[in-house]
């Protein structure tokens, strides 16, 4: 997995996806992942990831399982 980027502004455009989700979309074909355990199960799962939103003490907490 590539080093982490750190986001300094909502408005940065590398969070696009994340801007906005309220509710399930099935027309979307992708899973979003929000508490922990769920990620954890994710990462060490067969399901391709496309990325992460983590904030730097989860990304320390969570970084053996990302790496």
Same mark, same amino acid.
């Given at each position: 997995?590539?080093?982490?980027? /750190?986001?300094?502004? *909502? @408005? @940065? *455009? !590398?969070? @696009?996806? +994340? !801007?906005? %989700?309220?509710?399930?979309? #099935?027309?979307?074909? +992708? %899973?979003?992942?929000? /508490? #922990?355990l769920v990620v954890r199960r994710l990462l060490t799962s067969h399901y391709p990831m496309r990325?992460?939103? %983590?904030?730097? !003490? &989860?990304?320390? &907490?969570?970084?053996?399982?990302? @790496?």
């Amino acid at each position: 997995m590539p080093a982490p980027i /750190t986001i300094e502004s *909502p @408005d @940065d *455009p !590398r969070i @696009d996806d +994340y !801007r906005g %989700l309220k509710g399930r979309d #099935e027309s979307k074909e +992708y %899973l979003i992942a929000e /508490t #922990e355990l769920v990620v954890r199960r994710l990462l060490t799962s067969h399901y391709p990831m496309r990325s992460l939103l %983590l904030s730097p !003490r &989860r990304y320390e &907490r969570m970084q053996k399982v990302i @790496d």
